[in-house]
C-alpha cells in the first residue's frame, strides 16, 4: 500500500473538488432563485442543467473519495471517514488530514446552504408534489 501521506493527499484532492463543485452548485442555486423571482424559465432552465453538470462533478469526487477507502485498510479507512465528516481522529497528525477535515466541514456548511435554498424553491415551484414534502 502507498504512503499514507500520499493516500490522504489524493483524497484531499478529490474532496477539494467536490467541494468546489458544491460551491458551484450553491452559486447556480441562487442564480436559479433569482431567475424564478423574475420568471425567467428559460434561464432557469440552462441554470438547471449547469448545475446538473456540476452535481456530476461532485459526484464523480465522491465516488473516487469511496475508491480510495475501499483501497485503504481498516483503521486508516475509519479514520479517513471521521475526516470526511469534519472531525479530527487525534491519530491523525498529517497536514493533509487537517486540511480534509476543514474542507469536509465548509463542504458540510455549504450543502447545508444548497439544501436550505432548493428546498424554498422546490416547495415553490412543485406545492404538495415537492421532494423536499414531509
Not at 489524493?10 to 433569482?34: C, F, G, P, S
Not at 473519495?65 to 471521521?82: A, I, N, P, Q, Y
Not at 487525534?90 to 466541514?105: L, V
Amino acid at each position: 500500500m502507498e504512503n499514507v501521506q500520499e493516500i490522504l493527499s489524493e483524497v484531499m484532492k478529490q474532496v477539494y473538488r467536490e467541494y468546489k463543485a458544491m460551491m458551484e452548485i450553491e452559486n447556480l442555486t441562487r442564480e436559479l432563485e433569482d431567475a424564478l423571482n423574475r420568471s425567467d424559465k428559460e434561464a432557469a432552465g440552462l441554470i438547471l442543467d449547469m448545475r446538473q453538470k456540476e452535481m456530476e462533478k461532485a459526484s464523480q469526487a465522491k465516488r473516487a473519495v469511496g475508491e480510495f477507502l475501499e483501497s485503504m485498510d481498516e483503521d486508516l479507512r475509519e479514520d479517513t471517514k471521521h475526516l470526511l465528516n469534519g472531525e479530527l481522529p487525534k491519530e491523525r497528525t498529517e497536514s493533509e488530514a487537517e486540511k480534509i477535515s476543514t474542507i469536509s466541514r465548509q463542504r458540510n456548511h455549504t450543502l447545508e446552504n444548497i439544501l436550505r435554498i432548493d428546498r424554498v424553491l422546490s416547495r415553490r415551484v412543485a406545492g404538495k408534489d415537492s421532494y423536499y414534502n414531509d
